[in-house]
Structure formats: C-alpha cells, structure tokens
Nanobody, 118 residues
Framework: QVQLVESGGGLVQVGGSLTLSCAAS????????MGWYRQAPGKEREWVAR??????NYTDSVKGRFTISGDNAKNTLYLQMKSLKPEDTAVYYC?????????????WGQGTQVTVSS
C-alpha cells in the first residue's frame, strides 16, 4: 500500500505564497490522475487541480494563481499557490488514482492545513 504524505502548509498573509508537496512512499504505476483537493471548515471537499495524460486542469477560483506539477524522479506532486486569499483557507489533500495489474487504486494523503489571514 502506497502512502501519500503532504507537507508545506502553514499560516500566510493575504497575497502570500505557499508550495505544497505530496510525497509518495514508493513508485506508483498506472496513474490516471494526480490531483489536489481541499476542504474548508463546514464545507465539502472540493477538487482544486489535477494532472492527467492530456494536461492540467484547475478549478475556476484558482486559475492563474495555482500551479500543479510533478517530479517523477522524486515521486512527488506539488501545488504552487500564489496570491493567496482568505477563501483559500482549507485542509489540502493530494490524491493519486489509476489502475495497475487489473486493480484500481485511489490513494489519499492525510492533509495539510493552509490558513490565509487577512
């Protein structure tokens, strides 16, 4: 079982930047999608950004401010966040899903807190 560990969260002021990392405990094969989600207090978890074989996608509220990227050599997924807003405050989760040797998988990290203060 592969484990995903997020890091890089913290407290930042409005307009500031943070880069989140998601390190996998081992090499993951057959990946379909790598993505970031977030869950704000009292709200449902929402999708933020993802990488697929055809490219990257972002939810409208973060377009132009967030950048998702991956480093295969380090088995690590990143989320660069700029121009942060109070509404970006949430627990951020990374996710990797796909299929390998006829078995589907859906891995989640434990989450990292991002707090944007005004």
């Amino acid at each position: 079982q592969v484990q995903l560990v997020e890091s890089g969260g913290g407290l930042v002021q409005v307009g500031g930047s943070l880069t989140l990392s998601c390190a996998a405990s081992g090499r993951i094969f057959g990946i379909t999608t790598m993505g970031w989600y977030r869950q704000a207090p009292g709200k449902e978890r929402e999708w933020v950004a993802r990488i697929t074989s055809v490219g990257t996608n972002y939810t409208d509220s973060v377009k132009g401010r967030f950048t998702i990227s991956g480093d295969n050599a380090k088995n690590t997924l990143y989320l660069q966040m700029k121009s942060l807003k109070p509404e970006d405050t949430a627990v951020y989760y990374c996710n990797q899903n796909g299929k390998w040797l006829r078995r589907e998988y859906d891995y989640w990290g434990q989450g990292t807190q991002v707090t944007v203060s005004s």
